[in-house]
């Protein structure tokens, strides 16, 4: 009796034996068609994280004289992150400006036979308030000659006075280094110090010349008002003041020439990256630094052909950032391309097998701070 319930425990563990692998293998079967079934339902894919990159380039030919940020430095919008110098020699500006002075001094000698010719011709009209009113327009074109011949001055003294302050630093580090004598660097000093008041001085007089200006002007229109209707005498004096407003303009262009020129960031960001250093001589559109996004907005994901048709604008998606610890995000797709485009080459499988895709975007979740050209996966829901 004992043998035959041994025997019978024996055929019951033999069976169970058997059934255990089937009943695993149908969970796992069970496993893989629910996994079949999920993944026709999801997909994940590569993106890449997209932002703004602006080259901030030279608009003119000029010499770089200041880069006033870093590599890496974060910069806001508006700032100036490049100081552009559009003279590249002085002396040819210097020699322009001379040219200038000659033509308004050839000006000022023409004024005066003009002016007693203007008179003569009141005189022998015997009209007091012909003469007075020529007289005022004399005064007005004597007053803008000599604005125009103070600017000049003053152009050419700037110029000097950046000279002799090079000088004042080159001779203070040869006193340093017991090169020259201490009187040298004083004769120097001196030098700057003079051509300094100097500026300041025709600065006080350009105002003055300019109030002046002004005066002149509204005696002139007062004067007018009081007048019987004459005339105008500006035919008398048409020739000059064509070739003084032809003078003003050029003073003007080249006075123009003498500020610097700065390069602004249209946006915040970041300077990734320094091509050209002061001092260097740059051409016009050449690229001198660039500027990237700090805070990117889209992700571009490529969907692949058994996939396209599963996306949608405004579907949710989960971005994935494979950081220490793994960061997920849930976003949604704002725009779908319309056409499939090759994938950029950071997302292809094998960097030698060009991948084609079609293109959408996503926004990017402000809280995973995302770096511009960085790779994330993209998975539905």
């Given amino acids: ?27 796992v079967l069970a496993c893989v068609v629910g996994l079949f079934y999920q993944r026709s339902r999801r997909f994940e894919v590569l993106a ?52 200038a002075a000659a033509e308004i001094e050839h000006l000022m000698a023409q004024l005066i036979p003009t002016q007693e010719r203007l008179l003569a011709e009141a005189t022998n009209l015997r009209t007091n308030q012909i003469a007075d009113e020529r007289r005022f327009y004399v005064d007005i074109e004597n007053a803008r000659l000599q604005i125009l011949s103070l600017k000049v001055q003053l152009a050419t003294d700037k110029i000097t006075l950046e000279d002799l302050s090079v000088e004042v630093k080159i001779a203070e580090d040869l006193l340093k280094q017991e090169a020259i004598a201490p009187y040298e660097l004083q004769r120097v000093e001196v030098r700057h110090k003079t051509m300094a008041e100097k500026i300041r001085e025709n600065e006080d007089m350009l105002e003055q010349a300019e109030a002046d200006l002004k005066q002149a002007q509204h005696r002139r229109d007062e004067f007018a008002h009081r007048l019987p209707q004459h005339p105008s005498v500006d035919s008398a004096l048409d020739v000059i003041h064509k070739q003084l407003k032809v003078q003003e303009q050029r ?24 091509q050209r250093w002061p001092g260097e001589a740059v051409q016009a559109n050449e690229p001198i630094l660039t500027i990237t996004e700090l805070r990117p907005t889209d992700v571009v994901a490529y969907a692949k052909n058994e996939q396209i048709a599963q996306i949608r604008e405004g579907m949710v998606v989960e971005i994935v950032r494979n950081t220490e610890p793994v960061q997920i995000a849930r976003s949604q797709v704002i725009s779908v391309g319309p056409a499939v485009e090759q994938l950029p080459i950071q997302l292809w499988l094998n960097p030698n097998v060009p991948e084609w895709g079609r293109p959408f975007v996503i926004k990017a979740p402000p809280q995973m701070k995302l770096i511009v050209g960085e790779r994330v996966g993209i998975r539905t829901l």
Wanted: some cysteine; proline content about 4%; overall charge neutral.
């Fill in 251 to 274: 003073m003007e262009e080249l006075l123009a020439r003498r500020k610097p020129l700065n390069l602004t960031t249209p946006f915040d960001g970041m300077v990734s990256l320094i």
């Fill in 48 to 99: 890449i994280v997209q932002g703004q990159i602006h080259q901030i380039a030279a608009t003119c030919t000029g010499r770089l004289k200041n880069v006033p940020v870093g590599l890496f430095d974060e910069v806001k919008q508006g700032q100036t992150v490049a100081i552009l110098d559009t003279i590249l020699d002085n002396e040819n500006l210097q020699a322009e400006l001379a040219v």
């Fill in 1 to 27: 009796m004992k043998k035959k319930t041994y025997t019978g425990y024996q055929f019951g563990l033999f069976g169970l034996h058997h059934l255990l692998p089937a009943l695993v293998w149908l969970v």
